[in-house]
C-alpha cells in the first residue's frame, strides 16, 4: 500500500511546513492583534480576563488554602520566639493608646456638639464585603491581585479594596465570583492624596517597584519624610482620609511614599462600598461600567 | 492489531501532559505564596515548561498550544493581553529553529541556552510593556525575576525529563 503514497507524501510535506509556517506567523500577527485590541478597546479585553478569571477561581480558591495554612504556622512558631519582646512592646503601646482613647473620646464628643451646631451632612455608611485573596499575580510587569468574591456578592468596579493597615488598591474588573484588583504600587493606578500634615494636594502613582510616588504638587509644596499620605476623596474614586503610606523619602528625583500594606501578608481584605459612583464612570450612558 | 479503546485513551493522555502540566504550572504560580517581596520577582515557570518541551517534543505542544499558554498567562497576571502570548511564541520559534544544535547536548549546555533564551525573553516584554504603557518600566524586578527563572530551570528540568522517560514515547 505504501508505494503509490509516496508521491503524495512527497509533495504534502513541504505543503504541511508551509502550513505550519503560516500558522505561526499567524499567531504572532493575533498576538499582537490582541495588544492592539487590548489598546483599543479596553472593555472587550477586559472582558476576555474576567470571564477566564472566573472560570478558574474555584481552582485557585483551594490552590490558596493549603499555602496560607502553611503561612499561618510558619508566622506562629515565629511569634513564639519573639513573645516576650512583643508583650513587653504592647504594654508601653496599651499605655500610650489609653492616653490616646481619651483625646479621641474628648473630640468625638466635641466634633458631635459641633455637627449640630452646623447641621453637617454626613457621607453615606459604608458597607463592606470581605474576600479572601486567591491570586498574587504579576510578577515584574502588573500589580494585581485576585479575590473570591465577585459581583454576585457585591462588588462593583471602581471600588476601594482596604485593610486594617490602610489602602490596597482598586476593583479593576469584576466577575460573578471573583474580582481582580488593581494594587496602589500598580504602573497604572494613581490616587488623589493628601499630605496629611500639610493637606497639600497630590497624586500617588505607581511604577511597578514597592515604593510609591508623589507627583503633582503644587509648587511651593513642603513634604518631608514622616508625613502620612491619605486619599483625599477628590474625583469621587475613594472617600477621602483612606490612610495610603508614609513618605520615605524626599529628594530631588522624586519623593517616595512607603505604602502601609504588605503586599505579602494579605489574606482577606474588605472590599468597601462607599456609595460614591466614582470616576469610573461610563463615559457613554449605555454601557454599564460595573457589569460582569 | 488494531489498539483497544483503553489503549489509545491511554496515549492521548499521556501525549497531553506537556500542555496540561503547562497549564498547571500557569495556574499555580498565580497562588499567593505569602513570602515578602517573592511576588513581583516570581520566576516564569510556563516559559521554562515552552523552552524545555519546544526541545524535546516539539509535537506534543504545537505552536498553537503555546498561544492559548501565553494568553492565560497575560490574563491571570494581569499583564497585556498578547504580551506573554508573543513572547511565548517567540521563544517557542527560537529554540525550534535551533533544535538541531540542542540535540543530545549535555544539561549544561541545555541550561546556558535557557540563559540567553530567556534574558531574550525578559528583554522583550520588558520593552513590549514599556511601549505598552508609555513608560519605562522599572527594569529591576524584571532583572531579578529573570534570575529567579534561571535558578528554579534545573529543578523544573529535571521533574519534565523524568516525566518524559516515565510517560512520553520519544519522537
Redesign the interface.
Known amino acids: 500500500m505504501k508505494g503509490p503514497l509516496r508521491p503524495v507524501h512527497r509533495i504534502a510535506v513541504p505543503i504541511k511546513g508551509l502550513i505550519q509556517r503560516f500558522a505561526y506567523v499567524g499567531l504572532v500577527a493575533a498576538a499582537f492583534g490582541l495588544m492592539l485590541l487590548g489598546k483599543a478597546d479596553v472593555p472587550l479585553a477586559e472582558r476576555i480576563r474576567t470571564q477566564v478569571t472566573d472560570a478558574l477561581a474555584p481552582i485557585l480558591d483551594v490552590l490558596s488554602r493549603p499555602v496560607a495554612t502553611v503561612s499561618d504556622v510558619v508566622d506562629q512558631v515565629r511569634e513564639l520566639a519573639s513573645l516576650h519582646e512583643e508583650n513587653a512592646g504592647l504594654r508601653e503601646d496599651k499605655v500610650r493608646l489609653l492616653q490616646w482613647q481619651t483625646v479621641a473620646r474628648r473630640l468625638e464628643a466635641e466634633n458631635k456638639a459641633l455637627r449640630a451646631l452646623l447641621n453637617f451632612v454626613p457621607g453615606p455608611e459604608a458597607s463592606y464585603v470581605t474576600a479572601r485573596v486567591i491570586g498574587d499575580t504579576g510578577g515584574a510587569f502588573a500589580h494585581t491581585l485576585l479575590l473570591n468574591a465577585g459581583f454576585r456578592a457585591g462588588v462593583r468596579k471602581g471600588q476601594a479594596v482596604v485593610t486594617g493597615d490602610g489602602l490596597v488598591g482598586r476593583v479593576a474588573g469584576v466577575g460573578n465570583r471573583s474580582t481582580r484588583v488593581i494594587l496602589i504600587t500598580d504602573l497604572n493606578s494613581h490616587i488623589p492624596v493628601l499630605v496629611e500634615r500639610t493637606r497639600t494636594r497630590a497624586i500617588l502613582a505607581g511604577d511597578n517597584s514597592e515604593v510609591l510616588r508623589l507627583i503633582r504638587l503644587p509648587p511651593g509644596a513642603e513634604v518631608s519624610p514622616g508625613d502620612r499620605v491619605v486619599t483625599s476623596g477628590h474625583g469621587d474614586a475613594f472617600p477621602p482620609g483612606l490612610p495610603v503610606g508614609v513618605v520615605a523619602s524626599v529628594s530631588d528625583a522624586g519623593i517616595g511614599v512607603q505604602p502601609f500594606v504588605e503586599r505579602s501578608r494579605l489574606e482577606y481584605v474588605r472590599v468597601v462600598d462607599f456609595g460614591l459612583r466614582g470616576i469610573l464612570q461610563p463615559l457613554f450612558p449605555g454601557i454599564p461600567a460595573d457589569g460582569p | 492489531m488494531k489498539p483497544s479503546l483503553w489503549h489509545r485513551l491511554d496515549g492521548l493522555a499521556r501525549r497531553l501532559t506537556p500542555f496540561a502540566l503547562t497549564l498547571v504550572l500557569v495556574?499555580?504560580s498565580?497562588?499567593?505564596?505569602?513570602?515578602?517581596?517573592?511576588?513581583?520577582?516570581?520566576p516564569?515557570l510556563p516559559l521554562i515548561a515552552v523552552y524545555h518541551w519546544a526541545i524535546y517534543r516539539p509535537r506534543l505542544l504545537p505552536?498553537?498550544a503555546?498561544?492559548v499558554i501565553?494568553?492565560?498567562q497575560?490574563?491571570?497576571?494581569?499583564?497585556?493581553?498578547?504580551?506573554n502570548?508573543?513572547v511565548f511564541?517567540?521563544v517557542y520559534?527560537v529554540v525550534l529553529s535551533q533544535r538541531r544544535f540542542f540535540a543530545g547536548k549535555s544539561f549544561a549546555v541545555v541550561w546556558l541556552g535557557f540563559a540567553v533564551v530567556a534574558a531574550g525573553a525578559a528583554l522583550s516584554?520588558?520593552i513590549?510593556?514599556s511601549v505598552?504603557?508609555l513608560?519605562l518600566?522599572?527594569p529591576?524586578?524584571?532583572l531579578?525575576?529573570y534570575l529567579m527563572t534561571l535558578g528554579v530551570f534545573p529543578l523544573l528540568a529535571w521533574v519534565f525529563l523524568r516525566w518524559q522517560r516515565a510517560f512520553l514515547e520519544s519522537e
Open positions: 495556574v499555580v498565580v497562588v499567593p505564596l505569602h513570602i515578602p517581596g517573592f511576588a513581583r520577582v516570581a516564569l505552536a498553537f503555546v498561544f501565553g494568553v492565560l497575560d490574563t491571570l497576571t494581569g499583564t497585556p493581553i498578547g504580551v502570548a508573543l511564541i517567540g520559534g516584554s520588558w513590549l510593556v505598552y504603557n513608560t518600566v522599572a529591576r524586578a524584571v531579578f525575576q
